[in-house]
Nanobody, 115 residues
Framework: QVQLVESGGGLVHPGGSLRLSCVIS????????MGWYRQAPGKQRELVAI???????NYADSVKGRFTLSRDVAKNTVDLQMNSLKPEDTAVYYC?????????WGQGTQVTVSS
């Protein structure tokens, strides 16, 4: 079973930066997509950014130009560099991995953007 462990959340001022990291273990050869979602209080979980098979990346319109995914195959990690953070980026961020028959989630890490 694929397992995901996140780290790197915290409190940051508007305009600041944070880097989230997700370590993926288990049968990762079955994973065809991995990335990050987020869920703000009272809202549905939404896609932030994802890397698909072949290396194609998709980003939510709200984070384009500010957030960047990076995958390290040797370390089995997928990181999310978040720059120019805004209060509306405040949410619990979840690492996500998808196989042909399952979807896996990390435990979530809180990101709070506040002055």
């Amino acid at each position: 079973q694929v397992q995901l462990v996140e780290s790197g959340g915290g409190l940051v001022h508007p305009g600041g930066s944070l880097r989230l990291s997700c370590v993926i273990s288990g049968p990762i050869f079955r994973v065809y997509a991995m990335g990050w979602y987020r869920q703000a209080p009272g809202k549905q979980r939404e896609l932030v950014a994802i890397i698909l098979g072949g290396g194609r990346e998709n980003y939510a319109d709200s984070v384009k130009g500010r957030f960047t995914l990076s995958r390290d195959v040797a370390k089995n990690t997928v990181d999310l560099q978040m720059n120019s953070l805004k209060p509306e980026d405040t949410a619990v961020y979840y690492c996500n991995a998808q196989t042909s028959d399952s979807t896996y989630w990390g435990q979530g890490t809180q990101v709070t953007v506040s002055s």
